[in-house]
């Protein structure tokens, strides 16, 4: 992520796409960062009333997906395709907003390693995901 990324270049990933759906918002771009928030509602809820596991995986990989999107060289000849995620689940959240803070551990030529990291309205801990992006010819 480059420093005065403005963020509403991203507009175009929200044009009929799972994070458009899930209400996906990205909130902050710097120097080694981007971040997003996402509601805790009906679209992300499992059944019990809890945020679902695959709606914290969904912002996860939005987040890197996007991250890599942003550092790479050519965008027009080059995307940015998630290779393998995992996701660890520490804490339930019901309501309110979940956001996502994503930051590199590896940016290669070929891939590009993102440690997520999601916390709940009051900075509690819910989920720690890692996101391995390949960086393929478009």
């Known amino acids: 992520m480059k420093t005065g990324f403005d963020l509403n270049a991203l507009d175009f990933i929200h044009t009929d796409s799972l994070g458009k759906h899930l209400g996906i918002e990205f909130t902050e771009a710097g120097e080694g960062y981007l971040m997003a928030r996402m509601p805790v509602d009906k679209r992300t809820q499992q059944p019990f009333g809890i945020l679902h596991g695959g709606a914290s995986v969904v912002l996860a990989e939005t987040l890197g997906s996007v991250a ?9 000849t080059q995307r940015a395709v998630g290779l393998e995620i995992n996701a660890n689940h520490l804490r339930a959240v019901r309501e309110g907003w979940v956001y996502g803070r994503c930051t590199p551990i590896h940016t290669g030529r070929t891939t590009h390693v993102w440690d997520i990291r999601i916390t709940d309205e009051q900075g509690k801990l819910i989920c720690i995901s890692r996101l391995t992006v390949a960086v393929i010819k478009g």
């Open 68 to 76: 890599s999107w942003m550092l790479l060289d050519d965008p027009n």
